[in-house]
């Protein structure tokens, strides 16, 4: 790309800044939710707004601009990664492929194990979802710990797929996801 030509989903600076107001101003904070002592970010409220929900997509687009004719595979993990990957994938001309708990997906699958606070999870991906040499971003509401996403780039290296990122609307950054995600490139819109 020239340096005169914007990347295609490139926002300018009050486009940005319009989107980013009125989308943290749809996040709502839900005190001790899912358990006492936990302060919960609730997208909710901005997938029922239409033009908050386009602003939310734009600002993701927004994001990986620099990377917009160079994606092959937007990966959604489970279960709100869905909603703003098979947002993304499409504009980027992408195609969507969700990453799910065990036992979710029909066909031939590969599982990658991560370490939870008490425990372990996991995750699974067809495993003819990505071929070798796909160029990937990984695509999730959130990040918190970072386990989720760094099972999910695991799981599509192991298919020969290159992670160029991860995205993420909000990014909860005393929670050290970005620590666990070192060395990749990482990109969120919202950071709490």
């Known amino acids: 790309m020239t340096a005169d030509r ?3 989903f490139s926002l300018d600076d009050d486009a940005r800044d319009a989107a980013h107001a009125q989308v943290l101003g749809r996040i709502r904070a839900v005190p001790d939710f899912p ?10 409220p901005v997938l029922h707004d239409a033009p908050t929900m386009r602003g939310s997509v734009d600002l993701l687009l927004d994001r990986i ?8 595979r937007i990966v959604g993990i489970e279960s709100r990664g869905f909603l703003f990957g098979m947002a993304v994938a499409p504009p980027l001309g992408a195609g ?34 990505i071929a070798p040499g796909d160029r990937v ?16 780039c695991r ?14 609307l909000i990014e909860l950054v005393a929670l ?3 620590e666990r995600l070192r060395g990749r490139r990482i990109d969120s819109v919202l950071r709490f």
Do not use: M
């Open 155 to 168: 799981l599509v290296e192991r298919l020969g797929g290159e992670v160029l990122g991860c995205l993420f």
């Open 65 to 72: 601009a620099d990377l917009d004719e160079g994606i092959d």
């Open 137 to 152: 971003v990984i695509v999730d509401d959130l990040l918190a710990t970072g386990g989720t996403a760094s099972a999910a």
């Open 176 to 178: 050290g996801g970005r």
């Open 35 to 44: 358990k006492p002592g936990i302060l919960f970010r609730d997208i909710t």
């Open 96 to 129: 969507f492929v969700p990453v799910r708990k065990p036992g979710k997906l029909p066909a031939a699958t590969i599982e990658e194990r991560y370490a939870l606070e008490y425990g372990e999870d996991s995750l699974q991906i067809h495993a003819d979802a």
């Open 6 to 8: 914007r990347p295609r």
